[in-house]
């Protein structure tokens, strides 16, 4: 249960709707909701329908696949060269602004503000009822509008309340990503009262419209049998489901499952397969439990050189167990040469992270000492 959807893309309806067929619309829609969900392989494959009809002059699929072409790893049909997305990008972006200034269409107001990075925009699109802007914009408020007012209880509180509304507004228009959304602010109480069920039942709605996080989740419910009875068996067919759409946290979680023969039968040789896609897609917690398994040599070769680099980059990503993972290496001497300072001072990281004042005043009196 990691992230909230929407930040920049999600579920969507398409623009001057009379000027395509179902069909591609509904290309434009999977594209637009199939990053924010989780869903590796729906967005390349989603791109790749949207780019041919860009091919075939549709102007507002190209302004599309330009869009996506902008986000941090786009799927191989969206990575254009800047030439093509400039071309994209003039050749549909009067009619998307004529339809935000003349008419607030909230669709054209959505992705203006994708283009600019225009947080007004955002807002405005959010307040006109576009669903993918009111996920982006309750996800805004949960993290830079808390971080902007980390210090004042009262109005972190105020903005939780908001972001919680918004998320609401989303789930009513029966859309998959505010519902998971919902379901991540019942399960932290984030807005709202923290209530497990129904978290659950959020993500229960998400899932059966296909969102991967979603799926996942419910695994989580299940191995842990919150809310509803423990069942290894059932919570690691979820995590295969998701890991199906090739969702790194899905990928992760049915990797857990293989290693352990916790529901399913044990695979080590398959499980660190998965674990392996789920670190190339991002999970930071897949990246150190890959490093764990090179390190022992559990399913795979052992290769404790191997093994430092994957902890490296997960403690460089934040996470304590990976810096803890550093720490041996460096006391060690394994998979690197030996260093007791970088062993001690990783160790203290991995507590300060934790949030213990004395590692992290001794953080910053040696970093002064520099």
Not at 142 to 147: H, K, L, P, R, S
Not at 242 to 254: D, I, W
Not at 266 to 294: F, I, N, Q, R
Request: hydrophobic letters at 40%.
């Amino acid at each position: 249960m990691k992230r909230f959807a929407g930040m920049l893309l999600a579920a969507a309806c398409c623009i001057a709707a009379q000027q395509t067929q179902a069909h591609s619309e509904n290309a434009i829609t999977r594209l637009l909701n199939s990053k924010a969900s989780g869903s590796v392989r729906g967005y390349a494959d989603a791109a790749a329908e949207v780019a041919k009809e860009a091919e075939k002059g549709r102007a507002v699929h190209a302004y599309v696949l330009a869009l996506v072409s902008m986000m941090p790893s786009p799927p191989p049909a969206a990575k254009l060269d800047e030439a093509t997305r400039r071309k994209y990008l003039d050749g549909c972006r009067d009619k998307i602004k004529k339809l935000a200034d003349e008419k607030n269409n909230s669709m054209a107001l959505y992705l203006l503000a994708l283009e600019g990075n225009d947080r007004d925009l955002m807002h405005r699109a959010a307040d006109a009822g576009n669903v993918q802007a009111l996920n982006a914009w309750g996800t805004y408020l949960v993290t830079g509008g808390v971080d902007a007012a980390a210090a004042d209880t009262n109005e972190v509180n105020r903005i939780l309340g908001v972001a919680f509304e918004y998320f609401k507004k989303a789930a009513a228009q029966n859309d998959a990503n505010g519902l998971y959304n919902l379901g991540m602010c019942h399960l932290r109480g984030l807005g709202t009262p923290r209530d497990d069920q129904s978290a659950f039942s959020n993500f229960r709605a998400a899932a059966e419209k296909g969102h991967p996080e979603a799926i996942n989740n419910i695994g989580l419910f299940f191995r842990e049998g919150r809310v509803v009875n423990k069942d290894p068996e059932l919570s690691a067919k979820w995590f295969e489901k998701s890991a199906s759409y090739e969702n790194p946290y899905g990928q992760f979680n049915y990797a857990l499952a293989l290693q352990h023969g916790e529901g399913v039968a044990k695979d080590e040789a398959k499980a660190v397969e998965y674990l392996k896609k789920a670190a190339d897609g991002g999970c930071v917690e897949a990246v150190d439990a890959y490093g764990v398994a090179l390190w022992k040599g559990r399913g795979i070769k052992e290769d404790a050189k191997a093994a430092f680099g994957m902890f490296r980059i997960a403690a460089e990503n934040g996470y304590p167990p990976a810096m803890e993972n550093l720490s041996t290496c460096y006391r060690l001497g394994k998979g690197v040469k030996a260093d007791e300072r970088k062993s001690i001072e990783w160790k203290i990281r991995s507590r300060a992270v934790r949030g213990d004042r004395n590692a992290q005043a001794w953080l910053e009196q040696n970093a002064r000492r520099k």
